[in-house]
Each structure stands twice: as structure tokens, then as C-alpha cells.
């Protein structure tokens, strides 16, 4: 009897091969729109290209107001042409505008301005040696030098006779007297100049901060130029006929304050024939 095989067939419950599935994931890309990168593009242009700044556009409508201002305050005449040039915004405008009422206003400038009426108005509750201090300091200086004048003129070492002796043929108490007498009068003629030069520029409006440097170093400069002056060039300003000085050394000190600028061009001029001596002039020679 043949025995059957019989072949079994795969049972349902064997596991499946598991199928491996691939997403692929699409990257989006946002579009901007052309208008937008156009726009950005034109700002980042107009930062990076220089000009002038909206700061210099406002301190020039402020020259503008405190110069009208002071125009105004003062009775000084305006070209009517500044009238239709403020009005716009134009920077043309403002700078024509801003040089028109510089010619208005001068010898006044717009940082004189700016400057005097700052003063005015931080001193509007002081006295009035406190409301300008380089005022208040030359009148302190000039009194100093008053006094020390007086002091040393009574002093019976001081007198034409030793000053006539000089710095080489003096010496001790008598010659420090002398210098300081000198010294005194010449402080006493640059301050005689300078307090009437700030008089004259706060009528005008045309005080500085500047000044207040400028004006001590001029203090220095004319005492230096009088002593010079007296006794330096003194011994050589003598009449050719009687061997007398023309003038006497007070008065050279004096003199020596307003001609600071001439004394300098003189050693000026003797330093430069020096220099020709020993220096030959350089030929620039072209080929």
C-alpha cells in the first residue's frame, strides 16, 4: 500500500518581512516679493552713501532762529530773500538762508551768539560780577596790578635813577622793585587794552569761549613785551645829539603792551639774518 505524502502548506501565522517605507521630505521655499528686496536694498544704499546728516540739518535751523533772533533784538536788517529760503526744507535752502544772515548779523557769529546768550541766561538770578567771569577776572587782575603799581612807586628804591641803571648795573632789593614797577605797568596796559576789547565785544556780541584762553595768554605776552621793551631795546632809543633816552622806561613798557606784534617781527627778522649767516640759501635746481 503506497503511503501519500502530503505537503503541508505554509501556515498563516508565519511573520511577514516588514516592508521599509521612505518619506521624502520636501523643503518649502518661501519667495519674497521683488518690491520688498528692492526696498531694503534702496535703504541699505541711502545709509551707506554719505551726506549730510539730519544732526547738521538741525543745528543749521538753530543758527538760523538765534540769529534771526539776535537780529531782531538788537535792530540789525534782514534780507527778506532769508524769508521764503526758511520756509522750505531744502538743505540748499538752509545753507543759502544760513550765509545770508551771517552777512546780516556780523561781525557776530552764530557761536557768539549762542554764547552770550548762554551766559545770560545761567546768570539771570547772579550778580553781575558772576554772570561773566572773564569780566569779573580781569577786573580782579587789573586791581592786583593797581595795587602792586602803587606799592612798588612808593617804595624810595624805585625812582628814574635806578631805572635808569637797568638790570646789568642793579641788583638786590632795588632791581625786583624796578622789575615789579615795570612789570605792574605793563600789566596795567594790557588789561587797559583787554577790558576795553571784552567792552566792546559784548556791545557786539562777538565774545567767544576762546576768549578766556586768548586773553591770559595776551596778559603774559604784554608783560613780557614791556619788560622787553624797557629793558631790552631802551638803551637803544637815545637821542644821537645828548646821549639821553627819548622816552623814559615807564613809558617804554607801556608802549611795549600795544606793540607786542612789532617786537616779535624784529626778533623775528634778527633770528632770520642769523640763519642767513650760517645757512646758504638751497637752490632747487630742475634738470
Known amino acids: 500500500m503506497a503511503v501519500s505524502t502530503i505537503k503541508s502548506p505554509i501556515s498563516q501565522n508565519t511573520p511577514k ?9 520636501t523643503t518649502v521655499k518661501k519667495t519674497i516679493p521683488k518690491q520688498t528686496t528692492s526696498k531694503t536694498a534702496n535703504s541699505l544704499a541711502k545709509n551707506e552713501v ?29 534780507n527778506t530773500e532769508v524769508n521764503p529760503l ?10 543759502n538762508a544760513h550765509n545770508l544772515l551771517c552777512k546780516n548779523v556780523a561781525p557776530a557769529t552764530p557761536k557768539s551768539i ?5 551766559l545770560y541766561e545761567k546768570g539771570s538770578k547772579k550778580a ?28 624810595s628804591l624805585v625812582d628814574n635813577d635806578s631805572l635808569k641803571k637797568g638790570v646789568m648795573n642793579n641788583s638786590g632789593a632795588s632791581l625786583i622793585l ?19 576789547e571784552v567792552s566792546t565785544s559784548l556791545k557786539r556780541g562777538t565774545l567767544v569761549p576762546e576768549d578766556s584762553i586768548a586773553y591770559m595768554s595776551q596778559i603774559l605776552l604784554g608783560i613780557m613785551a614791556g619788560l622787553i621793551m624797557s629793558e631790552i631795546l631802551g638803551p637803544y632809543i637815545v637821542d644821537p645829539n645828548s646821549n639821553v633816552s627819548m622816552f623814559n622806561k615807564s613809558v617804554l613798557a607801556l608802549i611795549g603792551v600795544f606793540s607786542s606784534d612789532a617786537i616779535f617781527s624784529i626778533l623775528q627778522g634778527v633770528i632770520n639774518k642769523i640763519k642767513s649767516i650760517f645757512i646758504a640759501p638751497t637752490n632747487s635746481s630742475t634738470i
Open 178 to 196: 624796578n622789575l615789579s614797577y615795570l612789570g605792574a605797568v605793563a600789566g596795567l596796559g594790557v588789561l587797559f587794552y583787554l577790558l576795553k
Open 128 to 155: 553781575i560780577f558772576n554772570k561773566l567771569p572773564l569780566l569779573r577776572n580781569l577786573m580782579i587782575l587789573s586791581l592786583l596790578f593797581l595795587v602792586a603799581f602803587i606799592a612798588t612807586g612808593q617804595s
Open 17 to 25: 518581512p516588514t516592508q521599509t517605507s521612505t518619506v521624502k521630505t
Open 114 to 118: 549762542v554764547y552770550t546768550k548762554k
Open 50 to 78: 554719505p551726506g549730510i546728516s539730519q544732526e547738521v540739518i538741525f543745528e543749521l535751523s538753530d543758527d538760523i532762529n538765534n540769529m534771526l533772533s539776535f537780529a531782531v533784538y538788537n535792530g540789525l536788517t534782514v
Open 86 to 95: 526758511i520756509q522750505n526744507s531744502n538743505v540748499d535752502d538752509l545753507i
